[in-house]
């Protein structure tokens, strides 16, 4: 014999399939309601132990003490009344939710995002089912959030304020949304073929990526430029077009590495003290300002990628010159790997 649903019954599914909850969660918004109704219609029954009974076919609606219905005459039409804003909120509450579970599974991903306010110090991205919140330390220097931009995000995490909302941030500027970017763009890196080991970055001037492969003739870092550099070029683009990417092969010898994470300057002699992790190197005078680049900007990640403090110093073919130490030394700590 078939089981015919009630209009109630059939009502609470469509509402539940609708807004991806649950008809617990239906229902239980529902008692919360209605039970709030029904202390503001009878204050002085605050104190008892009172609960709410929704019949999920009928939709019948008892109020209960200690066993016994005591549902006043009529109660049923002021509970509705009452009741059906507080009902949207809990249901609204709850579909959010099912909202923040869904971006909390994609947390570690890069997301597509149009910017929809900016307030002068967060960024209001339209991120799908949600809004992402881009902070003012997420984001690049001088970069332009003006309404309607598209962008690619990374989904750095989710985290509660002191209201207890949830807010999904993003990020522009985390190591990780290069990564995340080569890994759509280069098949060898989303096989596992190619490797990513470090990328660090002055969001919006340069960044150093490396790179290594194991498996014999695999060219990594050609792998990742692309024929004619369509690939690095892409993810240049999607960065702003101004952030400059070097991608250096990785070494496990530290000498290879850091002359192939100085590049494109063209160095002489290296000696490293792996004590004080200090690196020596020497470059010709015409190869100096390439080695420290504008504002010092490829010693300083160069010495970040190699976590080593490196120091220059250039010589002419009749003598060595020690370049001045500001502008020679990367005096800041090393950050740690990206994972």
Not at 183 to 192: G, K
């Amino acid at each position: 014999m078939a089981i015919v649903k009630s209009e109630f019954a059939l009502a609470l599914n469509q509402v539940a399939t609708e807004r991806g909850i649950t008809v617990d969660e239906v229902l239980s918004s529902m008692e919360a309601a209605i039970l709030a109704a029904f202390h503001k219609e009878y204050p002085n029954k605050i104190e008892d132990p009172i609960t709410v009974k929704v019949n999920k076919e009928t939709g019948e609606t008892k109020i209960v003490e200690e066993g016994k219905d005591i549902t006043p005459p009529g109660f049923g039409r002021i509970a509705a009344q009452t009741a059906r804003q507080v009902i949207i909120q809990k249901i609204r509450e709850a579909e959010k939710k099912t909202v923040i579970s869904h971006y909390r599974d994609q947390v570690g991903t890069i997301i597509r995002g149009r910017v929809i306010r900016y307030d002068g110090y967060n960024v209001h991205v339209d991120i799908g089912k949600a809004e992402g919140i881009l902070p003012k330390e997420e984001q690049i220097k001088n970069e332009n959030y003006s309404v309607n931009t598209s962008l690619i995000f990374y989904l750095k995490g989710i985290v509660e304020d002191q209201q207890g909302y949830s807010r999904i941030v993003l990020s522009r500027i985390a190591p990780e949304l290069i990564i995340e970017l080569f890994r759509r763009e280069v098949p060898e890196i989303a096989s596992l073929t190619v490797e990513v080991k470090k990328v660090v970055r002055e969001p919006g001037m340069r960044a150093k990526i490396a790179v290594y492969s194991s498996q014999g003739g695999v060219d990594p870092v050609g792998a990742c430029v692309g024929q004619k550099g369509v690939r690095v070029q892409t993810v240049t683009d999607e960065l702003g077009g101004q952030e400059k990417i070097d991608i250096i092969q990785w070494n496990p010898d530290i000498k290879i590495f850091l002359i192939s994470a100085l590049s494109p300057a063209k160095i002489i002699e290296v000696s490293i003290d792996e004590k004080t992790k200090v690196a020596k190197v020497k470059v010709e005078e015409s190869q100096a300002p390439l080695a420290i680049g504008k504002g010092g900007i490829n010693v300083n990640l160069a010495s970040r990628l190699t976590e080593l403090d490196i120091d220059i110093t250039q010589t002419t073919s009749s003598s060595k010159k020690t370049l001045p130490k500001e502008n020679t030394t990367d005096k800041i700590a090393p950050k740690d790997k990206v994972k």
